[in-house]
């Protein structure tokens, strides 16, 4: 039986719903596969995972500014030199569960695993084939650490091919499928039970807003989207996720109930039912997360980007805004100016949605097994 071991890390959600859809598609339709899923951060170095995860949140919350500086910085230079050197010593610890499992195949979502696994490889401690699935629209130098050893780059559009045949990994390694994706972003929904079970109406247009999440990030920005959707349009219907923030839901019911619309507003702390949300929405307010981008891609949707964090999201914004799939509202902008720009623009709404089905990869998840396992 051929075993595969999939490696994600805790830094952001991405890395491990990318993993997660990889392997919910082995177990579904490779069954003759022996596939484990593993936190490489928290396996090698617990303490370690711990104080790095904190910190990455630490900074994206209140010093996003220190992070983007961190993520420039650590593409060559000292910075770039430490995380090498450290993900070298860690290898050996990993070295471990390898040698014990004894992967044919080993799948990495984060660049850290693809470092100590091409480590391992070069020094001829494993033999298993190394698939990298990169999970932003840019690529950021630490995933092309020991690239000589890594044997498929999944990448989410054919500029990161370009990008990274230009840093000299060979063309034939890579693979432009997109950034994995949940199978049920290819299920069809009933569009009317979908709006009858968030109690939302069949003439309006509809807007799913992402302005909580786990930093809570540009929190003043985020309120004043929103204040202007509440209170600057007619015939809209918002779905708010607040997420774990308690805080942001509590200024979302405040700006809710001072506006014109109380009552076609729905907020929502946490859903599972992304998927089915977005099957039904016309449009999408996000922080543009790599995974997020690609799911309101594969449904469709423009995208009205707030609040990216420095360094790979800032990256992701600019790519969504270049292809007319995204626009950006940055600190300089006014808020209500374009937002009536697209709302008021039906032209320029449909043009969106047909920028967003071009770029997105549906099938993603399924493309990579294929390429991966036959």
């Given at each position: 039986?051929?075993?595969?071991?999939?490696?994600?890390?805790?830094?952001?959600?991405?890395?491990?719903?990318?993993?997660?859809?990889?392997?919910e598609c082995i177990i579904s339709n490779y069954p003759d596969i022996n596939v484990e899923m593993i936190d490489c951060m928290k396996y090698?170095?617990?303490?370690?995972?711990?104080?790095?995860?904190?910190?990455?949140?630490?900074?994206?919350?209140?010093?996003?500014?220190?992070?983007?500086?961190?993520?420039?910085?650590?593409?060559?230079?000292?910075?770039?030199?430490?995380?090498?050197?450290?993900?070298?010593?860690?290898?050996?610890?990993?070295?471990?569960?390898?040698?014990?499992?004894?992967?044919?195949?080993?799948?990495?979502?984060?660049?850290?695993?693809?470092?100590?696994?091409?480590?391992?490889?070069?020094?001829?401690?494993?033999?298993?084939?190394?698939?990298?699935?990169?999970?932003?629209?840019?690529?950021?130098?630490?995933?092309?650490?020991?690239?000589?050893?890594?044997?498929?780059?999944?990448?989410?559009?054919?500029?990161?091919?370009?990008?990274l045949i230009k840093k000299k990994v060979p063309a034939e390694k890579i693979y432009v499928t997109g950034i994995p994706l949940s199978k049920?972003?290819?299920?069809?929904?009933?569009?009317d039970e979908i709006l009858e079970q968030f109690g939302l109406k069949k003439d309006k247009r509809t807007i799913l807003f992402f302005g909580?999440?786990?930093?809570?990030?540009?929190?003043?920005?985020?309120?004043?989207?929103?204040?202007?959707?509440?209170?600057?349009?007619?015939?809209?219907?918002?779905?708010?996720?607040?997420?774990?923030?308690?805080?942001?839901?509590?200024?979302?019911?405040?700006?809710?109930?001072?506006?014109?619309?109380?009552?076609?507003?729905?907020?929502?702390?946490?859903?599972?039912?992304?998927?089915?949300?977005?099957?039904?929405?016309?449009?999408?307010?996000?922080?543009?997360?790599?995974?997020?981008?690609?799911?309101?891609?594969?449904?469709?949707?423009?995208?009205?980007?707030?609040?990216?964090?420095?360094?790979?999201?800032?990256?992701?914004?600019?790519?969504?805004?270049?292809?007319?799939?995204?626009?950006?509202?940055?600190?300089?902008?006014?808020?209500?100016?374009?937002?009536?720009?697209?709302?008021?623009?039906?032209?320029?709404?449909?043009?969106?949605?047909?920028?967003?089905?071009?770029?997105?990869?549906?099938?993603?998840?399924?493309?990579?097994?294929?390429?991966?396992?036959?």
């Amino acid at each position: 039986m051929k075993k595969v071991l999939i490696f994600y890390a805790s830094y952001g959600g991405g890395h491990l719903s990318a993993a997660n859809s990889i392997r919910e598609c082995i177990i579904s339709n490779y069954p003759d596969i022996n596939v484990e899923m593993i936190d490489c951060m928290k396996y090698v170095n617990k303490h370690f995972e711990k104080l790095t995860t904190a910190a990455y949140k630490e900074m994206a919350k209140k010093a996003p500014w220190a992070w983007g500086t961190i993520y420039y910085t650590s593409q060559k230079g000292p910075i770039a030199e430490i995380s090498s050197t450290s993900n070298k010593i860690l290898a050996h610890k990993l070295n471990n569960l390898l040698q014990e499992f004894k992967p044919d195949l080993i799948i990495s979502t984060h660049p850290f695993a693809s470092q100590m696994c091409s480590y391992l490889k070069k020094h001829h401690k494993i033999e298993a084939k190394i698939a990298s699935i990169l999970t932003d629209f840019a690529p950021h130098e630490q995933w092309l650490v020991g690239k000589k050893c890594i044997d498929y780059f999944f990448v989410a559009h054919n500029k990161m091919k370009e990008d990274l045949i230009k840093k000299k990994v060979p063309a034939e390694k890579i693979y432009v499928t997109g950034i994995p994706l949940s199978k049920r972003f290819l299920m069809h929904y009933n569009k009317d039970e979908i709006l009858e079970q968030f109690g939302l109406k069949k003439d309006k247009r509809t807007i799913l807003f992402f302005g909580g999440g786990e930093f809570g990030l540009g929190k003043s920005k985020t309120l004043k989207v929103l204040s202007s959707l509440l209170n600057d349009f007619e015939n809209l219907q918002i779905v708010a996720i607040s997420g774990k923030n308690q805080k942001m839901k509590n200024k979302f019911e405040e700006l809710v109930n001072n506006s014109n619309m109380p009552e076609d507003v729905k907020i929502i702390e946490y859903t599972n039912h992304v998927p089915e949300l977005m099957s039904v929405a016309d449009l999408v307010v996000t922080k543009p997360g790599g995974l997020t981008s690609s799911e309101s891609l594969a449904s469709g949707l423009p995208i009205i980007v707030i609040n990216p964090i420095p360094g790979q999201e800032t990256q992701n914004a600019e790519f969504l805004e270049s292809k007319g799939a995204g626009i950006w509202i940055k600190s300089s902008s006014n808020i209500s100016e374009i937002l009536h720009s697209l709302l008021n623009d039906p032209e320029k709404f449909k043009q969106m949605k047909i920028n967003s089905r071009l770029l997105a990869k549906k099938y993603s998840t399924q493309d990579i097994c294929k390429i991966l396992l036959g």
